[in-house]
């Protein structure tokens, strides 16, 4: 077995008196895609927010590459290796879209590299590049979720952490995001994928979990998870 990339042992995630996590275990493997998927109010998205420093754990460890990352802020965890998309996508709106990318290269010093890769990602999105210098809000929705795909890249992560990716978007955008996702994963990353879209994240993903109130119900190969009755009727709609 390789050494986990990403181990949580034993999460709890608390909102003063609510528990939103309850004893959650967890991990990825490198180069593994994993998804977490679960009915609205499952602690998906607390659960993202603990692991990337957004809230505080009220128990648990997380392990990244070996070494304790709980309790780190978000912009540590960016030098980790461990990049976000949050619900909701999460751009500078002010700042212009080359800027947004800049933004996500904070951490970089091979600046000739970091220009390659903005021109890189404007190309491979042309409604970027014909916007490049206009505020990150005037984007479309759709638009933005590229844009915040992309500053998460440009720091060249180890771990790329996504949450509702699809939320709000028009299928031919989906489509077009979970390409470059197939893409990035193709190449090598490691990813942690929350969806509300259970048969498009159990597609892209090799491995998944569902949680369940606060915990983890069930976990397996995608495969075996669109087999499971459980699954198909609680999930997959069928
Ligand atoms: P969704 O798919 O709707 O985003 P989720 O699986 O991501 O759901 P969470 O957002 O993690 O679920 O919420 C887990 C539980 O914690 C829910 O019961 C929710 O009501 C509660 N909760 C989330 N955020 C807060 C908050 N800021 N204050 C109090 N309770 C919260």
Same mark, same amino acid.
């Given at each position: 077995m390789p050494e986990a990339l990403l181990q949580i042992r034993g999460l709890n995630v608390h909102y003063g008196a609510i528990a939103a996590v309850k004893s959650l275990d967890l991990h990825?493997?490198? #180069?593994? @895609?994993?998804?977490?998927? #679960?009915?609205? &109010?499952?602690?998906?998205?607390?659960? *993202?927010?603990?692991?990337? &420093?957004?809230?505080? !754990?009220?128990?648990?460890?997380?392990?990244f590459a070996g070494r304790s990352i709980a309790?780190?802020?978000?912009?540590? *965890?960016?030098?980790? &290796?461990?990049?976000?998309?949050?619900?909701?996508? &999460?751009? +500078?709106?002010?700042?212009?879209?080359?800027?947004?990318?800049? !933004? #996500?290269? +904070?951490?970089?010093?091979?600046?000739?590299?970091?220009?390659?890769?903005?021109? %890189?990602?404007?190309?491979? +999105?042309? %409604?970027?590049?014909?916007? !490049?210098?206009?505020?990150?809000?005037?984007?479309? #929705?759709?638009?933005?979720?590229?844009?915040? =795909?992309? @500053?998460?890249?440009?720091?060249?992560?180890? *771990? =790329?952490?996504?949450?509702e990716p699809s939320m709000g978007l028009a299928p031919i955008m989906v489509e077009k995001i979970f390409d470059v996702i197939d893409q990035v994963c193709d190449s090598g990353m490691t990813l942690l994928l929350v969806e509300q879209n259970a048969r498009l994240a159990l597609q892209v993903c090799q491995r998944a979990y569902v949680m369940d109130s606060g915990r983890i119900s069930l976990e397996g190969p995608s495969a075996d998870l669109r087999d499971d009755p459980h699954v198909r009727a609680a999930y997959l709609g069928e």
């Open positions: 990825i493997n490198p #180069g593994e @895609r994993v998804t977490l998927i #679960g009915a609205n &109010g499952a602690g998906k998205t607390s659960t *993202l927010k603990a692991l990337t &420093g957004l809230l505080p !754990a009220s128990a648990g460890e997380i392990h309790g780190r802020a978000a912009h540590e *965890l960016l030098r980790e &290796g461990i990049a976000m998309v949050p619900e909701g996508r &999460g751009v +500078f709106a002010r700042m212009s879209v080359v800027e947004n990318l800049h !933004a #996500g290269a +904070f951490c970089r010093s091979d600046h000739d590299q970091v220009e390659q890769e903005i021109e %890189h990602w404007l190309e491979l +999105f042309p %409604h970027l590049k014909r916007r !490049a210098r206009q505020p990150a809000g005037l984007l479309s #929705g759709g638009e933005q979720q590229m844009l915040a =795909l992309a @500053r998460a890249l440009m720091s060249r992560p180890r *771990l =790329l952490v996504l949450d």
